[in-house]
């Protein structure tokens, strides 16, 4: 069982399905706010949904193509991160993240986010990691922001939300300038 302690307070622990009703409980106590950047939230109507996440989920871990972490502070669940892939050739992955809204504003996905970096870079051995947050999204920009990361560019209209096309910044981190930046 995957458990990547980041301080005494939070972890990230692979989801399983026990999980699935501390989940859906925060997806549904945070919809509004999270429905804003999320296209899959409006989906998420019963907890059969949410388990059928964690499921897939399971089944992108066992294929080794990422995995998706609970984020939990003093074991209460507050969001995930995750990986959308692992391209083992290259080397490279993409992270994602929500959190909760009463557990926004505090630094916490700052520290999941470096905690798993980390691990990227150093136990999976990876070379790069990119993160993409749409550009009306203030708050996931300013994570990939503080760590590091170097705006690349635009991807003009490459999310459908709800009733919209979102233009999304990617930011990327290479292996050499985390390891640069730690010296």
């Known amino acids: 069982m995957f458990k990547l302690k980041i301080d005494d307070d939070l972890y ?19 919809k509004d706010d999270l429905r804003n950047w999320l296209y899959w939230v409006d989906g998420t109507k019963k907890l059969e949904d949410t388990e059928a996440f964690i499921e897939d989920c399971m089944k992108q871990a066992a294929a080794n193509n990422g995995f998706q972490a609970g984020i939990w502070q003093q074991n209460q669940f507050a969001g995930i991160i995750g990986l959308h892939y692992i391209n083992w050739i290259n080397r490279t992955t993409s992270l994602g993240y929500w ?3 009463s557990f926004q504003g505090n630094g916490m996905m700052t520290k999941a986010c470096q905690g798993l970096i980390d691990m990227l870079f150093n136990e999976y051995e990876l070379n790069r990691i990119e ?33 919209h096309y979102a233009d999304h910044f990617v930011y990327g981190l290479l292996k050499e300038e985390y390891d640069a930046r730690s010296k």
């Not at 990230?12 to 945070?30: F, G, N, W």
Request: a positive charge; hydrophobic letters at 35%; aromatic letters at 8%.
């Open 99 to 101: 959190l909760g809204k």
């Open 131 to 163: 993160i993409r947050a749409a550009t009306k999204n203030f708050k996931s920009q300013a994570i990939p922001e503080r760590l590091g990361f170097t705006k690349e560019g635009c991807l003009r209209q490459c999310e459908w939300l709800h009733d």
């Open 12 to 30: 990230l622990k692979k989801l399983e399905p026990i999980d699935a009703p501390s989940v859906y409980m925060q997806i549904q106590q945070s």
